[in-house]
Structures are given as structure tokens and as C-alpha cells.
């Protein structure tokens, strides 16, 4: 079973922040989260990971909480092509098993 | 190549046929996985190589699954005795590095499978 909870669905304004929250209240020390997108028809693609401090990059930003139990995922200005599946992960370094859960599926609306 | 490939992009078999999928993964990187993705369903882990050694078989559905990997690179999936519930896009995936901060996994676009 997937060790993270996401809402199934959530809706966007064009040029809005999109924030996608994860919960991953059974997070362990060792343990980083990793978002993930998907978009139609493609595989999915790597998009932030982080330990306990937030993480920015050129596609997102991430925030953890200070107990690490949740963490959200923001898209700073969403465009339609943001639209896509977006999954949180939670796994060890050298975990073998990696468990995606059903993510959550961004609708970006012009 | 610049991504992980796999080939074919589609395959089309009948009941009962054995069939086999290829991941070319991202020269140089260690770790391989493959995934299953039925309609609208989210990623089902099926296995892992680091290099050519499958350390947990655990998620593959059935024995009529199997995988090997090669020289450390290309791998194969075969599927022996197709069912209809096999039809599926099978997702690869590859990792520099195991055992890292940055176990950041690059997926090739799939092979979708139709069991007929």
C-alpha cells in the first residue's frame, strides 16, 4: 500500500499557484518525499524531492511540514499544460519497493 | 540514447501468447524498473534490477511474469500465456544511482499492451 494520501481531484485557474498537499503521517527519519507528474498518454516525470527543509527548483516549489507529515506541492503560475496525474512518493534511499499511489489528477481551466 | 526507450510502443497479441517487451534504460544508469498501468489506475510496482540482479520479485502478478537484464543495460519482460487482464501499459524506469539522495527515476513512455 502506498505510504501517502492525495485528493483525487482538483481544479486550477490558468496562471493561478496550484497547491496539491500529500499526507504521510507514517514518514520515517530516513525517508524522502518525491513528487511525480504524469501527463496523458506519457510516462511519468520527475518533478522536486525533498528531506525536511523546502525545496524549489525550476518547475515547483516544495514545502514539508516541520513533523513531516504532510507536505504540499506548488505550481507557482499553472498553465494547461500542467494538466496531469501528480503523485507523492514516499521512499527510503535505497528502498527497492516503490509504491505510486492513485495521485491526483490537476485540471488546470483556462 | 537521451531517455530510457521501449519497444514496441504497441503490441497487439491473442489469448495464450507469449510476448516480450524491451527497456533500453539511460547508459550508465545501475537501476531498472518496471511498472504496470491498467485504464485509469495508478502505477503498479512489478520489479527492480540493480545491474543485472532482481533483489525482490515480489510484485510480478504471477509466474507466467518474468524479467531478466543483460550486461547491466537492456531488459526484458516476458509475459508467457497472455490473459485478457494483462492488457495494460507497461512502464520502465531508470536510476542513476540506488542508493542515493537522488534516487530520481526517468520513465521511458510505455508499451501498451492489448490482449485480445
Known amino acids: 500500500d502506498a505510504k501517502t494520501t492525495q485528493p483525487p481531484s482538483m481544479d486550477c485557474a490558468e496562471g493561478r499557484a496550484a497547491n496539491l498537499p500529500c499526507n504521510h503521517s507514517t514518514i520515517s527519519g530516513n525517508e524522502y518525499v518525491y513528487w511525480y507528474r504524469q501527463i496523458h498518454s506519457q510516462g511519468p516525470q520527475y518533478i522536486i524531492h525533498g528531506l525536511k527543509n523546502n525545496e524549489t527548483n525550476e518547475m515547483a516549489s516544495l514545502i514539508i511540514t516541520e513533523d513531516r507529515k504532510s507536505s504540499t506541492l506548488i505550481l507557482p503560475h499553472a498553465t494547461l499544460r500542467d494538466t496531469a496525474v501528480y503523485y507523492c512518493i514516499v521512499t527510503e534511499t535505497s528502498y527497492d519497493k516503490v509504491i505510486f499511489g492513485p495521485g491526483t489528477s490537476l485540471s488546470v481551466i483556462p | 540514447g537521451a531517455g530510457v526507450s521501449q519497444s514496441p510502443s504497441n503490441k497487439v497479441t491473442e489469448k495464450g501468447k507469449d510476448v516480450e517487451l524491451r527497456c533500453d534504460p539511460i547508459?550508465?544508469?545501475?537501476?531498472l524498473y518496471w511498472y504496470r498501468q491498467s485504464l485509469g489506475q495508478g502505477l503498479e510496482f512489478l520489479i527492480y534490477?540493480?545491474?543485472?540482479?532482481?533483489?525482490?520479485k515480489s510484485g510480478l502478478p504471477s509466474d507466467r511474469f518474468s524479467a531478466e537484464r543483460t550486461g547491466g543495460s537492456v531488459s526484458t519482460l516476458t509475459i508467457q500465456r497472455t490473459q485478457q487482464e494483462d492488457s495494460a501499459v507497461y512502464l520502465c524506469?531508470?536510476?542513476?544511482?540506488?542508493?542515493?539522495?537522488?534516487?530520481?527515476?526517468?520513465f521511458g513512455a510505455g508499451t501498451r499492451l492489448s490482449v485480445l
Open positions: 534490477f540493480q545491474g543485472n540482479s532482481a533483489p525482490d
Open positions: 547508459s550508465g544508469h545501475t537501476a
Open positions: 524506469a531508470s536510476s542513476p544511482v540506488l542508493v542515493s539522495a537522488k534516487n530520481i527515476q526517468y
